[in-house]
T-cell receptor
Framework: AQKITQTQPGMFVQEKEAVTLDCTYD???????LFWYKQPSSGEMIFLIY??????QNATEGRYSLNFQKARKSANLVISASQLGDSAMYFC????????????FGAGTTVTVRA | NAGVTQTPKFQVLKTGQSMTLQCAQD?????MYWYRQDPGMGLRLIYY???????DKGEVPNGYNVSRLNKREFSLRLESAAPSQTSVYFC??????????????FGSGTRLTVV
């Protein structure tokens, strides 16, 4: 069964606007961590943001914020004030205790920022 | 620069040939991982090593073998390459294998084509 679901294969966003990337996850483990990674066209994987299952507040890192809705098992990434350099593939991932702490990835969402 | 180094960056193999992908990290991380990335499927775990001296299968281990040579190095071997192994391969490392809050540091990837 798919642990991480990203339903948006591709998105377009206008420069300076905000964009929300959807991520839902499936786990019965009370302790888990959620991650977002960025993969630009050059191919490297860049860590963006982390949310722990016990964290009370939504994580933020600069222009990135994570909208964590635990009851809905949702961990959406919000990128504010989009820049051309934000054009990339974005992956949601989860690390669980019951999965031997391995990182499981979603299929990814491609974001294209238009000038 | 500290990080994860993968070699080679590109490789073309003929069906049936063998090769070893090399990975080394200089962050004194305990855990190391090999993933493959295919379009529309995100990253899938091939093998991992939670600590020096241990290795375990991931989601897609068939056709691969690994060696954790020491704490720094974790190699992936294709004994008899098949076209289905055409993919981008990523090595990653993590400080800990027993915490959901440890993120991964990725290498720059190896683009492998099997013809």
């Amino acid at each position: 069964a798919q642990k991480i679901t990203q339903t948006q294969p591709g998105m377009f966003v206008q420069e300076k606007e905000a964009v929300t990337l959807d991520c839902t996850y499936d786990t019965s483990d009370p302790s888990y961590g959620l991650f977002w990674y960025k993969q630009p066209s050059s191919g490297e994987m860049i860590f963006l943001i982390y949310q722990g299952s016990y964290d009370q507040q939504n994580a933020t890192e600069g222009r990135y914020s994570l909208n964590f809705q635990k009851a809905r098992k949702s961990a959406n990434l919000v990128i504010s004030a989009s820049q051309l350099g934000d054009s990339a593939m974005y992956f949601c991932a989860m690390r669980e205790v019951n999965n031997d702490y391995k990182l499981s990835f979603g299929a990814g969402t491609t974001v294209t920022v238009r000038a | 620069n500290a990080g994860v180094t993968q070699t080679p960056k590109f490789q073309v193999l003929k069906t049936g040939q063998s090769m070893t992908l090399q990975c080394a990290q200089d962050m004194n991380h305990n855990s190391m991982y090999w993933y493959r990335q295919d379009p529309g499927m995100g990253l899938r775990l091939i093998y991992y090593s939670a600590s020096e001296g241990t290795t375990d299968k991931g989601e897609v281990p068939n056709g691969y073998n690994v060696s954790r040579l020491n704490k720094r190095e974790f190699s992936l071997r294709l004994e008899s390459a098949a076209p289905s192994q055409t993919s981008v391969y990523f090595c990653a490392s993590s400080e800990g294998s027993s915490g959901t809050f440890y993120g991964y540091t990725f290498g720059s990837g190896t683009r492998l084509t099997v013809v």
